[in-house]
């Protein structure tokens, strides 16, 4: 059970008092306390001032996919989610029963099927999303053959219908429902561990009476069963309605603020991934670098002399050696010239 905030308070008053807490504080402390790498969230469920049996039986099938991570309660609250005080009701529950995420189910008259699902960060109301459930069809209902989900198993989940991108309450609200139902974090998955899979679809649907239409969020559950494929190795997954079923209707939300959410989903400093200098990666996924060298001398740098280029310096050397002697007869014969039309006569020859 996690530290009320008044436990929390007399904590901290302790710390300021130069107090130190007990050592079995400190572990519980240490274990309660953030964690760079935190485990599956746990979720209340909760019934409201009143809750009908058809609601008490949503909660009992919610408890059966969500085990183990999950609280029942069994006594009714006077908790109204969408008030102050019950938000205050709602973070000390949750806060007292280590839970991040919570269900509460009431009926009235004015909502007579009604279900919030909510999150906490910090033990403060993340966000909270109000369901009118119009139609349900337990496990119950599908005669009590068919098989449940593992304890500990991982859902697969799956989101149908463009409204999911499309509008920011949906959006939002598929954010919530996979953190509700993903269950414990895990590296590795295993086939055998994938039992049930959980198809949460948006559509359409007229209101009767009238011309106009409303959406609808249509939950269905089924349960995979693996069976072998003559024509390959791999297994084929064989699907079967097991339930629990809900088509219901979004009413009232209530979103975290923009600054709480940044808080939330923000990374410790020792889980950001550090970013390698001069290095990219292009559309196909192939790391880029570029390397700074400092300035070289290509003329001093001395390279290996092969035969090829011992031949090629010996016939520039033949060639540099030619000109100049060129050079020099033409010279001496311009001299010669200018003496015979000086003087006369041609100068004597060595």
């Keep these: 059970m996690a530290p009320t905030p008044a436990q929390s308070k007399a904590l901290q008053a ?25 485990g599956g969230k746990n979720a209340l469920l909760l019934k409201g001032v009143s809750c009908s049996a058809a609601m008490t039986s949503v909660l009992q099938e919610m408890r059966a996919v969500q085990a183990p991570n999950v609280k029942l309660l069994s006594k009714k609250n006077k908790i109204v989610p969408f008030d102050t005080d019950g938000q205050q009701s709602l973070e000390f529950l949750s806060t007292k029963n280590d839970c991040a995420l919570f269900a509460v189910a009431s009926s009235n008259k004015k909502r007579p099927a009604n279900l919030v699902l909510g999150r ?21 209902d599908y005669g009590g053959q068919v098989p449940k989900k593992k304890i500990g198993s991982k859902p697969m989940i799956l989101f149908v219908g463009d409204l999911w991108e499309q509008q920011d309450d949906y959006r939002n609200l598929r954010s919530l429902l996979t953190d509700f139902y993903r269950g414990d974090v895990v590296d590795k998955l295993i086939v055998s561990g994938l039992d049930h899979l959980l198809v949460f679809t948006l559509g359409s649907a007229p209101v009767s009476g009238t011309d106009t239409t409303q959406v609808l969020l249509h939950q269905r559950t ?36 923009p600054d709480l959410y940044k808080a939330a989903r923000e990374l410790p400093a020792q ?16 790391r880029i670098g570029r390397l700074h060298l400092s300035k070289q001398n290509v003329e001093q740098m ?9 031949r090629a310096e010996k016939m520039a050397a033949a060639e540099e050696k030619e000109a100049v002697e060129k050079e020099l ?22």
């Design 120 to 140: 906490t960060f910090d033990h403060q109301i993340l966000d909270l999303a109000e369901l009118s459930i119009l139609r349900f069809k337990s496990m119950k």
């Design 14 to 38: 302790r710390k300021l008092q130069g107090k130190e807490p007990k050592a079995r504080v400190q572990r519980y402390l240490k274990k309660t306390g953030s964690q760079l790498k935190e």
């Design 271 to 286: 889980l950001k991934r550090k970013k390698a200098k001069n290095q990219s990666t292009n559309l196909f996924g192939e």
């Design 222 to 257: 089924y349960f995979c069963q693996l069976k072998k494929d003559p024509n390959s190795a791999t297994p084929f997954p064989y699907l079967q309605n097991c339930g629990p079923d809900l088509d219901c209707r979004l009413g009232r939300v209530q979103w975290a603020e």
């Design 329 to 350: 007869e033409q010279e001496k014969q311009d001299l010669d010239q200018e003496f015979q039309q000086t003087f006369g006569y041609q100068p004597k020859k060595d």
């Design 302 to 310: 001395g390279g290996r002399k092969v035969k090829a280029l011992r």
